[in-house]
């Protein structure tokens, strides 16, 4: 048991030294074992995370009385989510890119101002039939593609994203 420990040990110590940056610590054989190591034991931090300043497309529903709600469910870790025990907030994405597959890229408007500015007097471009099986955007609603605010601009505004274009559509669920 001792020698399958130590066989063990020694494999992971050459997979975590191969993809570490360069340091002081070099093990025998490492550079002839990068190639079968990276081949074997691919490691990168890009299949695990999602760059912070991608645009996300988020939904909001018009009320009543004209203005706009969000219907995101995230954050995923919030209470509401069971902190990430319930999985429907990481459905809606889903649900949101099979109702963008059912626009058109002329269905987009641009959005330099305000989003409650941008989306007053907003109509749908189309009607369009929900095809999740939970839907959780119904009704009138706007896709807003959003652009994070720079960390280092964190200061300067109040938002967190500004709006960059929007599409609105009468989802049928």
Excluded at 93 to 111: F, H, R, V, Y
């Amino acid at each position: 048991m001792l020698a399958v420990a130590a066989v063990w040990s020694v494999v992971f110590l050459y997979v975590a030294q191969v993809h570490v940056p360069k340091n002081v610590i070099s093990l025998p054989g490492q550079k002839q074992a990068r190639s079968t190591v990276a081949d074997v034991a691919p490691q990168g931090w890009a299949f695990f995370t999602k760059s912070p300043r991608d645009v996300e497309v988020l939904p909001y529903r018009q009320a009543t009385n004209d203005t706009w709600t969000s219907l995101a469910l995230t954050p995923h870790s919030s209470p509401r989510n069971a902190f990430g025990l319930d999985r429907a907030s990481r459905s809606q994405g889903i649900e949101i890119s099979l109702l963008l597959n059912l626009a058109e890229k002329k269905d987009w408007k641009e959005c330099e101002e305000e989003l409650a500015d941008c989306l007053t007097g907003a109509r749908p471009t189309r009607n369009v039939d929900n095809p999740s099986p939970e839907p959780t955007v119904c009704g009138r609603v706007a896709l807003v593609q959003e652009k994070p605010v720079p960390w280092a601009w964190r200061d300067l505004v109040d938002e967190r994203a500004t709006p960059e274009r929007f599409l609105t559509l009468d989802v049928i669920c």
